[in-house]
């Protein structure tokens, strides 16, 4: 059985010990020893990509944020959806971790970093969004392990009320604010519904295979008619309700 191994270390804004792992082939990375993502776990990220840009079919042009590097998984699956014309622009606050994906985690993807498309911004993902103004096309986030923030604290931030009005603030009219999730989250779902969202839930598999475990995307947008379909509806209690709030009834 061949062994677990600890190939690189970083630390994390907050103090913490960031590790990279491999085993046979696979690859892993864990926050202060516990897992926070695995190579073969990789559904969830590809899915974020598909649900937050599938208002984009068609465009020729569209430019992406993607927030949160992870293993490259949902920036792989992003430029493989668009053609040359499409903008990428990454932002991640560990520099260990675009390290890492230059120098071991390439090869899982093709290489994304390397292509041309794709533009690297470090550093605070909300300090990014907020001097985007109406920037993006998508904005697609996996950032830390969702709203419940578990390697910096600071990334709290971006889930709060002032970081979903920024996201907002960066994303073009018709544009679709994607996130990922490891868990569910009703005060999130309200908060983006507080900030003048519609908003759909997916529950979505981590991996391939029936035993895989669920994850959570929140894709929210301004227009409505442009979300994916299917999903949960979450509904804002009334005292919540945005001014363009319209509760849609089905016909039987």
């Not at 944020?65 to 490259?72: C, I, K, N, P």
């Not at 971790?97 to 292509?115: C, K, M, Q, T, Y």
């Not at 227009?223 to 849609?248: S, V, W």
Request: hydrophobic share 35%; charged share 25%.
């Amino acid at each position: 059985m061949k062994p677990r191994i600890k190939i690189a270390t970083a630390r994390t804004p907050d103090g913490g010990e960031l590790a990279l792992y491999q085993h046979d082939r696979d690859f892993f990375i864990t926050v202060n020893g516990q897992d926070l993502m695995h190579s073969r776990q990789n559904e969830s990220e590809l899915e974020l990509a598909r649900l937050g840009c599938r208002h984009l079919a068609g465009y020729k042009s569209p430019r992406i944020l993607v927030g949160g590097l992870g293993m490259g998984y949902t920036l792989r699956q992003t430029l493989d959806m668009f053609g040359p014309n499409a903008r990428v622009v990454v932002g991640e606050l560990v520099d260990a971790v675009i390290e890492w994906n230059r120098e071991f985690l390439g090869a899982l993807n093709g290489h994304p970093l390397s292509d041309p498309r794709v533009q690297i911004e470090t550093g605070d993902i909300v300090g990014l969004v907020s001097r985007s103004n109406r920037q993006f096309d998508a904005i697609l986030l996996d950032v830390d392990n969702g709203p419940e923030a578990m390697t910096d604290a600071g990334n709290q931030r971006l889930y709060s009320h002032e970081g979903i009005l920024s996201c907002r603030g960066a994303l073009a009219k018709k544009g679709c604010l994607a996130v990922w999730s490891a868990e569910p989250n009703k005060k999130y779902e309200q908060l983006l519904m507080q900030c003048g969202f519609h908003v759909r839930r997916f529950r979505v598999p981590a991996g391939k295979g029936s035993k895989s475990q669920s994850r959570f995307i929140w894709v929210a947008s301004e227009d409505e008619a442009i979300l994916p379909p299917g999903g949960g509806e979450p509904r804002p209690t009334k005292k919540d309700r945005p001014k363009n709030y319209r509760r849609h009834t089905r016909k039987v």
